[in-house]
Every structure is written in structure tokens, then in C-alpha cells.
């Protein structure tokens, strides 16, 4: 089960180097980001996470809240 | 919409999947660096005064009102031991009172921008509503410092200016 984290714990994990994500769609994305996220858009995610994550390292996907 | 990201990976195998909750506007609140396209424009918190006076509930008027004073400053934000704002002495309030504790003449719970708003917006609304200075906390209250009406307008100029020149036919 994905698990819930905080700022906090977001940037301790990418200091171990996790992997980070944003889900919104790119125009979003190419406005602001958090640093080294790459975009993943959620419909993308069928046909590209495979080939642009690694599945052994930490994923963080986030989007702009909770929703 | 990043829940169910999240759960999609997992479906794909990926064993170590997070769901940062609160996401970019808790990042981008908390004046953490980012990047794109937007990431350059000022904001409230990089113009903001960090070296504002700050006081505490229990201290004398008098004596915040004399290191204010001192330190040619016209506003003191009152925290607590963390830096969360509990209120504001402006003029008016400095102005008044001798012994009387901080607590009995601030004015509780002014209201607070977070850091990653906009100077140009910061500056019309500081404009609009007639706010000579507004404190910029984190989205947990903290204290980021003091945004001057005078530097947001500085600011905003400066930024339309700049606008205008690279739109110059």
C-alpha cells in the first residue's frame, strides 16, 4: 500500500535518492516542479513508467494537493 | 489524482511507492526551491524583510516599543519560541501602553500571506486594502519575515518594467 509522507520525509528520501514524480499534465509540470521531478502525467503512467522509472529504487509521485 | 499513482505503480510492481500529500503547493509554500518556468518569479517571501523585529506575549510594551524604535523599524511581529506569528504591533499599537504585557494591546491573529504569492499580486492587494506592511509565514505558521508595501511595489515595477522591455517591438 502506498504509503502518506510529509515534506519532511520527502526530502530525506531524495537525499537517499529516491525517485520523484509529478502526475499533472506537462503544460503544469513546465511551469513549476519540484527539483529533479520528472513528469509523469497520470495517463502516462500505463505506457511509459516502466521505461522512465527504475522499479527497484523509491518512487514520490505527488500532484499540486491531496486530491 | 497522485493516489491513485501511486497504487498504479504498485500494480506495475514497484515495491517502495510514497504519495507526498500535501504536494507542490506545500513545497512551494514552504519557500523550498523549485524549478521551471515560474520558479524565477519574485514572491512575497523573497522580497519579505527577514530581519523584522519580533517579541514575545509577555513582554512590556515599553521595552518592545524602545528596540523597535532603535532598530527604525515601524512594525514588530510577536511570536512564539517557534516562530509562529500570534500577532502584530503596528504604529498604532506600539504607540500604546507603558507595563501593559505585549499579549493586551497586539492585534491577535492578523492575517498572513505564504511565501510563493506573486510580488505583482502581493503588491495590488497590499494597494487595494491599504496593508503598509503583511507578515509571510510558512503554511505552518512560521515566521518568514515582513513584506513592506513600498518593497512589493519596487518589486512589481521593477518586474512589469523588465515585461515591458522584453515585449519591446
Given at each position: 500500500m502506498p504509503q502518506g509522507i510529509d515534506r519532511d520525509e520527502v526530502q530525506r528520501l531524495l537525499s537517499e535518492g529516491a525517485q520523484l514524480v509529478e502526475v499533472l499534465p506537462r503544460e503544469e509540470y513546465e511551469e513549476e516542479h519540484l527539483p529533479g521531478a520528472i513528469n509523469l502525467p497520470l495517463r502516462k503512467i500505463e505506457s511509459e513508467a516502466k521505461t522512465r522509472l527504475d522499479p527497484t529504487r523509491p518512487v514520490i509521485v505527488y500532484c499540486w494537493d491531496s486530491a | 489524482m497522485s493516489p491513485r499513482a501511486a497504487w498504479r505503480l504498485e500494480s506495475f510492481g514497484f515495491t517502495e511507492v510514497y504519495h507526498y500529500e500535501a504536494g507542490k503547493l506545500d513545497w512551494i509554500a514552504a519557500g523550498l526551491p523549485s524549478e521551471g518556468r515560474d520558479a524565477e518569479r519574485p514572491r512575497a517571501g523573497d522580497v519579505a524583510r527577514k530581519d523584522v523585529p519580533t517579541c514575545s506575549l509577555d513582554e512590556r510594551i515599553a521595552d518592545v516599543r524602545a528596540r523597535v524604535r532603535a532598530a527604525d523599524w515601524d512594525v514588530c511581529v510577536v511570536v512564539n519560541e517557534e516562530r509562529i506569528v500570534l500577532g502584530l504591533l503596528r504604529h498604532d499599537q506600539l504607540d500604546k501602553g507603558e507595563d501593559e504585557p505585549v499579549e493586551q494591546v497586539m492585534r491577535p491573529g492578523p492575517s498572513t500571506f505564504r511565501p510563493h504569492v506573486g510580488i505583482e499580486e502581493m503588491a495590488r492587494y497590499m494597494i487595494e486594502h491599504d496593508l503598509e506592511s503583511s507578515p509571510i509565514t510558512t503554511?505552518?505558521?512560521?515566521?518568514?519575515g515582513v513584506l513592506l508595501r513600498t518593497d512589493a511595489a519596487k518589486a512589481a515595477n521593477k518586474l512589469r518594467e523588465q515585461h515591458e522591455r522584453e515585449h519591446e517591438p
Amino acid at each position: 500500500m502506498p504509503q502518506g509522507i510529509d515534506r519532511d520525509e520527502v526530502q530525506r528520501l531524495l537525499s537517499e535518492g529516491a525517485q520523484l514524480v509529478e502526475v499533472l499534465p506537462r503544460e503544469e509540470y513546465e511551469e513549476e516542479h519540484l527539483p529533479g521531478a520528472i513528469n509523469l502525467p497520470l495517463r502516462k503512467i500505463e505506457s511509459e513508467a516502466k521505461t522512465r522509472l527504475d522499479p527497484t529504487r523509491p518512487v514520490i509521485v505527488y500532484c499540486w494537493d491531496s486530491a | 489524482m497522485s493516489p491513485r499513482a501511486a497504487w498504479r505503480l504498485e500494480s506495475f510492481g514497484f515495491t517502495e511507492v510514497y504519495h507526498y500529500e500535501a504536494g507542490k503547493l506545500d513545497w512551494i509554500a514552504a519557500g523550498l526551491p523549485s524549478e521551471g518556468r515560474d520558479a524565477e518569479r519574485p514572491r512575497a517571501g523573497d522580497v519579505a524583510r527577514k530581519d523584522v523585529p519580533t517579541c514575545s506575549l509577555d513582554e512590556r510594551i515599553a521595552d518592545v516599543r524602545a528596540r523597535v524604535r532603535a532598530a527604525d523599524w515601524d512594525v514588530c511581529v510577536v511570536v512564539n519560541e517557534e516562530r509562529i506569528v500570534l500577532g502584530l504591533l503596528r504604529h498604532d499599537q506600539l504607540d500604546k501602553g507603558e507595563d501593559e504585557p505585549v499579549e493586551q494591546v497586539m492585534r491577535p491573529g492578523p492575517s498572513t500571506f505564504r511565501p510563493h504569492v506573486g510580488i505583482e499580486e502581493m503588491a495590488r492587494y497590499m494597494i487595494e486594502h491599504d496593508l503598509e506592511s503583511s507578515p509571510i509565514t510558512t503554511s505552518d505558521g512560521r515566521l518568514v519575515g515582513v513584506l513592506l508595501r513600498t518593497d512589493a511595489a519596487k518589486a512589481a515595477n521593477k518586474l512589469r518594467e523588465q515585461h515591458e522591455r522584453e515585449h519591446e517591438p
